[in-house]
């Protein structure tokens, strides 16, 4: 069955600074991934997906994520970080059955300080 | 901005009521998702429908109901409330059909749920 692991609840993080988030993942299948990021009182918004082809994804606000295959990981990085970044980021893995029914890691919150 | 709007904003509500919450998504999206997400947690997946017809379902009971409409609107029922089920409910909508290639899923804004 698939799942996501986020290894950090919290990344705290000074501005400019860079910033990697971690995600793991567990799938038996051909694998998509996907990273969301949530602003306080608001939605998800993708910041990126990986389907395939090359390993390096880039995305929204500077961010990318590289998929490695053997570690079976998915880590979300960004060069140097804003204040408007500090939000929850969450991983996410489809179910079998669809690649829109989500399976999403319990997230990790980016806090960036001045 | 995403086009997926949800209302209401908030609900408060006491164990064992009823509530419905609505979403309407993007014009043309056949494919509506919804999630629970708990405090602190991610997102959990409800069930999803394509075109009217539930699609899919997760570990929910059937006090979890949904209904999606022509016009691209849907509902979540919730029966018999119970205090776990405050939380975040999200839908989110996509074409569908296409594959993700060419399809991105859009979430709304959520609706709070309180239970007491």
């Known amino acids: 069955a698939q799942s996501v692991t986020q290894l950090d609840s919290q990344v705290p993080v000074f501005e400019e600074a860079p910033v990697e988030l971690r995600c793991n993942y567990s799938?038996?299948?051909?694998?998509?991934l996907f990273w969301y990021v949530q602003y306080p009182n608001q939605g998800l918004q993708l910041l990126l997906k990986?389907?395939?082809?090359?390993?390096l994804v880039k995305g929204i606000n500077g961010f990318e994520a590289e998929f490695n295959k053997s570690q079976t990981s998915f880590h979300l990085r960004k060069p140097s970080v804003h204040i408007s970044d500090t939000a929850e980021y969450f991983c996410?893995?489809?179910?079998?059955?669809?690649?829109?029914?989500?399976?999403f890691g319990s997230g990790t919150r980016l806090l960036v300080r001045p | 901005e995403t086009g997926v709007t949800q209302s209401p904003t908030h609900l408060i509500k006491t164990r064992g009521q009823q509530v419905t919450l609505r979403c309407s998504s993007q014009?043309?999206?056949?494919?509506v998702s919804w999630y629970q997400q708990a405090l602190g947690q991610g997102p959990q997946f409800i069930f999803q429908?394509?075109?009217?017809?539930?699609?899919g379902r997760g570990n929910f009971p059937p006090r979890f109901s949904g209904l999606q409409f022509p016009n691209y609107s849907s509902e979540l029922n919730v029966n018999a409330l119970e205090l776990d089920d405050s939380a975040l409910y999200l839908c989110?909508?996509?074409?569908?059909?296409?594959?993700?290639?060419?399809?991105?899923?859009?979430f709304g804004p959520g609706t709070r749920l309180t239970v007491l």
């Open positions: 996410a893995v489809p179910r079998m059955d669809s690649s829109y029914k989500l399976i």
């Open positions: 799938s038996s299948v051909s694998v998509y």
């Open positions: 990986y389907l395939s082809g090359s390993t």
């Open positions: 014009s043309g999206h056949n494919t």
């Open positions: 429908y394509y075109r009217e017809e539930e699609n």
């Open positions: 989110a909508s996509n074409l569908g059909g296409t594959g993700p290639s060419t399809d991105t899923q859009y």
